[in-house]
């Protein structure tokens, strides 16, 4: 956690449930995801730091899917039509929801952008990231296996 210089919330709390729809017309409801570690990612392409770590992104979420990792990039783009293209020409493949009005980034108190929510499996917030990670490096990596148990 610390070399990924990570937020502890004071006291453990619930994450704030919600159904987005999903580029590409399906939904995805954080409640069902209990039983997986989620990461929820807020950005926007504007954004250079945001797009900065968006390959390490991926990266993690290829590497650990098939064990129940879930990661949501929730973009808060005005113009949803610049966030397609962007995902094609990164070839990103997790789940990209949109959030124009920031009303999801205002439910989790997003200041700032990138922010990255840490859920545990029983859908409890473990950490917060305010601002870009190596979300590929070693400690990501540990963090995540982490969060999904043996």
Same mark, same amino acid.
């Given at each position: 956690?610390?070399?990924?210089?990570?937020? %502890?919330?004071? #006291?453990?709390? =619930?994450?704030?449930? +919600?159904?987005?729809?999903? *580029?590409?017309?399906? !939904?995805?409801?954080?409640?069902?995801?209990?039983?997986?570690?989620?990461?929820?990612?807020?950005?926007?392409?504007?954004?250079?730091?945001?797009?900065?770590?968006?390959?390490?992104?991926? %990266?993690?979420? #290829?590497?650990? =899917?098939?064990?129940? +990792?879930?990661?949501?990039? *929730?973009?808060?783009? !005005?113009?949803?039509?610049?966030?397609?293209?962007?995902?094609?020409?990164?070839?990103?493949?997790?789940?990209?929801?949109?959030?124009?009005?920031?009303?999801?980034?205002?439910?989790?108190?997003?200041?700032?952008?990138?922010?990255?929510?840490?859920?545990?499996?029983?859908?409890?917030?473990?950490?917060?990231?305010?601002?870009?990670?190596?979300?590929?490096?070693?400690?990501?990596?540990?963090?995540?296996?982490?969060?999904?148990?043996?």
């Amino acid at each position: 956690m610390r070399e990924l210089d990570l937020i %502890r919330p004071a #006291r453990a709390k =619930r994450a704030e449930d +919600f159904t987005v729809a999903l *580029v590409g017309g399906e !939904t995805l409801k954080l409640r069902a995801q209990r039983g997986k570690a989620v990461m929820i990612n807020f950005w926007a392409t504007w954004c250079p730091p945001c797009r900065e770590e968006m390959p390490a992104m991926e %990266r993690l979420y #290829r590497r650990h =899917r098939e064990r129940g +990792f879930v990661l949501l990039a *929730v973009s808060v783009d !005005t113009d949803a039509s610049l966030v397609r293209p962007f995902l094609e020409h990164h070839k990103l493949t997790f789940p990209v929801a949109l959030d124009a009005k920031m009303e999801l980034a205002n439910t989790y108190g997003v200041r700032a952008l990138p922010s990255s929510f840490l859920i545990d499996r029983n859908g409890y917030m473990t950490a917060l990231a305010l601002g870009p990670r190596p979300w590929d490096n070693r400690a990501a990596h540990a963090l995540v296996e982490g969060m999904l148990g043996p």
